[in-house]
């Protein structure tokens, strides 16, 4: 009886581990889609917020800024979006901290707290951009063993997801499109130094691909008067 | 077909014509930086193609315009709607898809070594493709062939170009589709993006005299400065209801080539 009430004890210690969050997250590492309004297709120019990577147990060396230069490359070259970014300053990276915190908590159709909107709306007028994109990196690190249990911990309740995005409309502050997903590359039990280049790639293309590509140019009002 | 060859009145008529719209109207690299071109970045290895603008003078008035779009291969277009009485002149050329894949492979290897071209075969067992599912690859092929992206092309052309005024001769724009199809964005496998590719080519000439000859380049690897990235997806959402996506992808494109040429050329009349 011994090994089974280990076992039992190990799985609700899992859950209870993941209970933590309300993140929502995929089960089988595949893209989620969850509600989008007017479509992301319309903000031409995103201006993309710092990423904001919460390292638990993974100590990966520029985790943040590899993810953020493999991320703007993506959105741009295979998406069509022109990216704008914002100052270096406190107040962006607190707003894109309280987006994060936000974005784990919230569900389909919730808004974010009217302090966030009013933030975002400001900075995305004032950097003439169409809309805002935040990243979010909580990677796990647990082994093997650990993601097991979380797996198994998932049938009660989700894990939470290793990459999280989502895009706001510059002029509202509204959620227009989010999607969270556990990399299939990331399962593995990786290397102290984190992703390789091409399993980082991958994680952003997975996380990127559900997304509507941008109106094109050519076929905006502007060019068509020109 | 040949035609006869011009009188010399009729020739020096014509090449003064020529003079007077070469002067008025340059074809020149587009100035400026187009919405939505980004500048060249060392991190990204897609190779951007500047296009060429066909420029007219302020006091000439816009060409009218005679549209023809040409397919390697493709179904019959049908009789052109003149409803509008539009200038319009259907041309079309048949070649077969085995010609399709020798140009291809030619042109660029790398690129289409992957490719299901329009009209054309497709190879599982040479390219890899056999990793589809068949269910798949048959609404795949169906779908490139139901939604025929010349004829869609045609008709976006034909909709923008403004009535005929009986202004001299019509400037020819013709479209030559050298290749559309899907091709794979970086590796092979079930779960990888394909995209809509289009290699095209918009040439114009006026009386007998080729103004501009420029790409119209919508591959994922090598695209023109004007135009937006391909639309991709797996080939399992490009199959899903009855093709519904990549249909959806083929109509967008035929939009967006007719956007792009229309925005080359100002010295052509358009509606839009």
């Known amino acids: ?226 | 077909m040949s035609s006869p060859p011009p009188s010399p009145i009729a020739a020096a008529g014509a090449a003064l014509l020529a003079g007077v719209l070469l002067a008025g109207c340059g074809s020149t690299p587009e100035s400026g930086t187009p919405a939505g071109y980004q500048p060249r970045d060392p991190a990204s290895e897609i190779e951007r193609v500047p296009v060429r603008r066909l420029e007219r003078s302020p006091e000439l008035p816009a060409l009218p315009v005679s549209v023809a779009v040409r397919a390697a291969a493709g179904p019959d277009l049908g009789p052109v709607d003149r409803s509008r009485e539009k200038m319009v002149e259907e041309k079309r050329t048949l070649e077969g898809a085995g010609a399709i894949a020798t140009a291809l492979a030619a042109a660029a290897p790398p690129l289409y070594a992957g490719t299901i071209a329009l009209g054309s075969l497709l190879v599982p067992a040479a390219t890899g493709l056999e990793l589809y599912e068949r269910r798949y690859q048959n609404t795949i092929v169906r779908t490139l062939q139901e939604v025929d992206l010349p004829s869609q092309l045609r008709s976006a052309l034909v909709r923008r170009a403004a009535p005929a005024g009986g202004e001299g001769p019509p400037a020819n724009v013709t479209v030559t589709i050298r290749t559309f199809g899907l091709a794979p964005r970086s590796g092979t496998c079930a779960n990888c993006a394909i995209c809509v590719v289009v290699d095209a080519e918009l040439t114009v000439s006026h009386e007998g005299t080729e103004l501009l000859r420029d790409p119209l380049l919508l591959t994922p690897w090598r695209r023109s400065t004007d135009a937006p990235p391909p639309r991709c997806a797996t080939m399992k959402e490009f199959a899903e209801n009855d093709g519904q996506r990549l249909r959806e992808a083929i109509l967008d494109t035929a939009q967006v080539l007719a956007a792009m040429t229309t925005r080359r050329l100002p010295a052509v009349a358009w509606t839009e």
């Not at chain 1, 100052?87 to 159709?109: F, I, K, N, V, Y």
């Open chain 1, 1 to 226: 009886m011994r090994p089974i009430r280990l076992a039992l004890a190990a799985l609700l210690a899992a859950a209870l581990a993941a209970c933590g969050t309300g993140r929502e997250a995929p089960a089988a590492g595949t893209a989620a889609v969850p509600a989008a309004a007017g479509g992301v297709g319309p903000l031409r120019r995103l201006l993309v917020l710092p990423v904001t990577y919460a390292p638990g147990s993974c100590q990966w060396p520029d985790m943040a800024p590899r993810l953020d230069q493999s991320a703007v490359l993506f959105v741009r070259d295979w998406k069509g979006y022109d990216i704008v970014r914002p100052p270096r300053s406190d107040a962006t990276l607190r707003l894109a901290r309280g987006l994060a915190e936000w974005q784990r908590a919230a569900s389909a159709g919730d808004r974010p707290p009217a302090p966030l909107r009013s933030e975002l709306v400001a900075l995305a007028r004032d950097a003439g951009a169409d809309g805002v994109l935040l990243l979010d990196a909580a990677p796990d690190c647990a082994g093997v063993t650990g993601k097991t249990l979380t797996a198994l911990a998932g049938v009660v309740t989700r894990p939470a997801a290793p990459l999280e995005t989502a895009a706001f409309d510059g002029r509202h502050g509204t959620l227009v499109w989010r999607n969270a997903v556990r990399p299939a590359l990331w399962e593995a039990e990786l290397p102290r130094s984190g992703p390789s280049a091409y399993a980082m790639q991958r994680a952003i293309e997975e996380l990127y691909q559900p997304m509507d590509n941008a109106v094109p140019a050519v076929l905006a009002p502007a060019a068509r008067e020109e």
